[in-house]
């Protein structure tokens, strides 16, 4: 089986194609990805050189480009990850996310489709990955997101993923695609980009510079390991059915407040400092603009379904995260200097 993932040099694309390379060495897997600020060929250093795996640098948003890919490589499914995936870049600049999340989702969806339905679409899977955010936003209290919860985007980021969905759902219904989908929550672990709020925290933590807390730091999200979030979509790949969605979650929830004031203590136990030093540190800042203010899903379909659960604690997956980034302290640095960039130049150019 040839499989095309998409965003693989991000971080949750890493671990998945990671997984997959290593897990399933009769698979060829293409990791396709335009490598965007976003994309680090560095993440994935230790399997770029297994014969089952390639990488390919190129634009979802290019039809052509993806047009000539699935002609030439004719692979059998897709998963596909490839986003913008931060909401306050979202805010600044909406129209990149509607390039890459709605029209790229589009160019994949054709050029499968075209691809496929000359061969009835026997064993293709287009697996679309995608998040909780496109349900809204819920009060405190007991509500959850299941996979019936009406979508209710509130950002540019869930409103273009939220479309993307539809589009992958609509190429289903109306050519037969065959497709399988899910909504994750929080994301933590090695590899993330430190714009997002607990690698940024941890890198600020160690670095003694302020930790920005939106608003009063009131709200909620719920925070699974990445490396679980890789082996649900192993699951829903393998086993989940066709057409069928899928929520994934850590059942997991924290007040960002209270989620910042733990990785404070976690960082100064494992760096040797006084209880309550990096707290000092924790400034609030201004509220993102339109702030969703709890996330909270339900996966007892997936749990139920597919036997998938979470492998670790948060404590346990918190703490490795952590041990990580004390461990890549260079990973970082390239990443915040901007050097990790010149990795796919150094590697790839001849
Ligand atoms: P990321 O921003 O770390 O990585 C995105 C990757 O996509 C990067 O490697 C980037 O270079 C690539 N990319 C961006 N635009 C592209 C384009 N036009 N063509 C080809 N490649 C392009 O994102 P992530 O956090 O790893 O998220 C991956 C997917 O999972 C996204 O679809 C996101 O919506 C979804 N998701 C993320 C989370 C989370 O907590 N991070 C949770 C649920 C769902
Ligand atoms: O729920 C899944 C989503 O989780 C994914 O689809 C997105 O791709 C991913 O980025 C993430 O979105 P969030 O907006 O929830 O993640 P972020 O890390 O940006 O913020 C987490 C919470 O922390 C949120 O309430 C905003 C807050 N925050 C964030 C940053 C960057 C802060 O208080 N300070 C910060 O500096």
């Known amino acids: 089986m040839k499989i095309i993932i998409t965003g693989g040099a991000g971080f949750i694309g890493s671990h998945v194609v990671r997984l997959f390379v290593t897990k399933y060495p009769e698979y ?6 335009a490598l965007t600020y976003a994309g680090n ?27 000539e890919l699935f002609a030439r490589e004719e692979p059998d499914a897709v998963i596909h990850l490839a986003a913008e995936s931060h909401v306050d870049r979202s805010i600044t600049d909406p129209l990149a996310f509607v390039k890459t999340n709605v029209l790229g989702t589009v160019h994949l969806l054709n050029a499968a489709k075209n691809l496929w339905k000359p061969l009835g679409f026997e064993g293709k899977t287009f697996y679309h990955v995608s998040t909780d955010e496109v349900y809204g936003s819920l009060e ?9 919860t009406a979508y209710d985007p509130r950002s540019p980021y869930s409103a273009s993923k939220a479309s993307s969905d539809h589009f992958v ?8 695609l065959p ?13 993330h980009f430190p714009e997002k709020l607990i690698p940024l925290a941890i890198h600020r933590i160690r670095t003694r510079q302020p930790v920005p807390v939106y608003g009063k730091g009131e709200n909620v999200r719920d925070w699974l390991f990445v490396k679980d979030h890789a ?68 996966s007892s379909k997936i749990m ?15 703490a490795q995260t952590v041990d990580w980034y004390l461990a890549n302290a260079e990973w970082l640095e390239r990443v915040t200097t901007g050097a990790y960039q010149d990795y796919y130049l150094q590697q790839y150019s001849n």
Request: glycine share 8%; proline share 3%.
């Open 231 to 298: 082996t649900a979509i192993d699951a829903v790949f393998h086993k989940g059915k066709v057409g069928d969605t899928y929520n994934i979650g850590g059942v997991n929830e924290w007040q960002n407040l209270a989620l910042i004031h733990l990785l404070c203590d976690v960082v100064d136990e494992k760096t040797g400092q006084m209880p309550g030093t990096s707290r000092q540190l924790i400034t609030f800042v201004k509220d993102r603009a339109g702030h969703d203010l709890r996330y909270a899903i339900d």
């Open 140 to 148: 405190m209290g007991p509500d959850m997101f299941t996979e019936e």
């Open 28 to 33: 060829q897997i293409i990791n396709l990805d």
């Open 41 to 67: 060929l560095e993440n994935l250093r230790d399997i770029e050189n297994a014969p089952n795996y390639r990488f390919v640098k190129g634009d979802i948003a290019d039809q052509q480009f993806v047009d």
């Open 304 to 318: 139920n379904e597919l036997g998938w659960k979470p492998s670790v604690t948060f404590e346990q997956g918190l």
């Open 179 to 191: 497709i399988k989908l899910s909504n994750c929550s929080n994301n933590y672990g090695p590899n």
């Open 169 to 176: 759902r609509a190429w289903y219904h109306t050519y037969g």
